[in-house]
């Protein structure tokens, strides 16, 4: 899927009038309006998305009992929540950050599991977001090498 630069920009600019609504503050709001905005002539030029900016829809097997081990046909998943995150509303996680917390928290459910061994899967961190409450959750994935 692909996304023109001012359909990106709406996106941006709805996301941080949200922000503000939620009580981030007017400063810190505007502040980011003026960089979401600056991201270009606006022409229709198609910029490629990522799993973090691209609409997305709820999956019948994705898990939805935060830290919770799923069972899946290729493997096993987990909806990774972290609330710790609430303690630094002004930190952004970063993808590896997040991928390696939540690739521990799910190594770890996977090693308590009989006749599994967490060494024997592949993980990936399918996507996260900061919850209304500045926690993180992702979507994390094993599956089997």
Do not use: C
Request: glycine share 8%.
């Amino acid at each position: 899927m692909k996304i023109t630069k001012q359909q990106l920009k709406q996106i941006i600019k709805e996301e941080i009038e949200a922000t503000m609504d939620e009580g981030i503050g007017k400063t810190l709001g505007m502040a980011a309006l003026g960089l979401g905005l600056g991201l270009g002539s606006g022409d229709a030029q198609a910029a490629p998305t990522s799993a973090a900016s691209a609409p997305t829809t709820q999956q019948a097997n994705v898990p939805t009992k935060p830290n919770k081990i799923q069972k899946d046909s290729d493997g096993y998943s987990m909806l990774y929540l972290n609330n710790n995150w609430k303690k630094n509303p002004y930190v952004n996680p970063t993808h590896d950050i997040i991928q390696t917390q939540a690739m521990t928290e799910l190594f770890n459910s996977i090693g308590k599991l009989k006749n599994e061994n967490p060494k024997d899967f592949n993980y990936e961190l399918i996507n996260f977001q900061r919850t209304k409450n500045g926690a993180v959750e992702g979507y994390i994935k094993a599956t089997r090498k």
